[in-house]
């Protein structure tokens, strides 16, 4: 029970950082990197 809990609680954080690097990418190919004058 307990092994089973924790693999939800790491597969929750798992989805949580992916979500985040994508937001992070977003924003790096939108915001950021334009004004810095890289092309995307």
């Known amino acids: ?7 939800k609680k790491g597969k929750d ?3 949580w950082i992916i979500l985040g690097v994508i937001a992070v990418w977003v924003l ?3 915001y950021i990197l334009p004004k810095m004058g890289i092309s995307t």
């Open 1 to 7: 029970m307990k092994t089973s809990n924790t693999q």
């Open 13 to 15: 954080m798992s989805i």
């Open 28 to 30: 790096l190919q939108a």
